[in-house]
Nanobody, 125 residues
Framework: QVQLVESGGGLVQPGGSLRLACAASGSISSIDTMAWYRQAPGKRREQVATITNGGRADYANSVKGRFTISEDNAKNTVYLQMNSLNTEDTAVYYC???????????????????WGQGTQVTVSS
């Protein structure tokens, strides 16, 4: 089991910055990839950024060059630095962790996902 707790959301003006944090606990040694997702009202949840346990990062086109995902292994925390925010970035942001484990029934390695409770980011003047 993996537990995730997000923090750092809030209200910011267009052009401003925020940094989100996701603290992981539990079976963190089995985490393969962590990611940030977001869901705006009336829209589907979308992946924003991912980072592998090897440190490789990837981003949605809509946030490339503005958002940076990073990790602090000593603190078991993943961050999302968000710069040049605009109103379209308004959403609830969720932290996700993929745990890699051996399935005895399927006899193969597989993954299962865990989610945090979400943190609201509002970009408004």
């Amino acid at each position: 089991q993996v537990q995730l707790v997000e923090s750092g959301g809030g209200l910011v003006q267009p052009g401003g910055s925020l940094r989100l944090a996701c603290a992981a606990s539990g079976s963190i040694s089995s985490i393969d990839t962590m990611a940030w997702y977001r869901q705006a009202p009336g829209k589907r949840r979308e992946q924003v950024a991912t980072i592998t346990n090897g440190g490789r990062a990837d981003y949605a086109n809509s946030v490339k060059g503005r958002f940076t995902i990073s990790e602090d292994n000593a603190k078991n925390t993943v961050y999302l630095q968000m710069n040049s925010l605009n109103t379209e970035d308004t959403a609830v942001y969720y932290c996700n962790a993929n745990e890699l484990y051996w399935s005895a029934t399927q006899k193969t390695w597989t993954t299962r996902g865990y989610w945090g409770q979400g943190t609201q980011v509002t970009v408004s003047s």
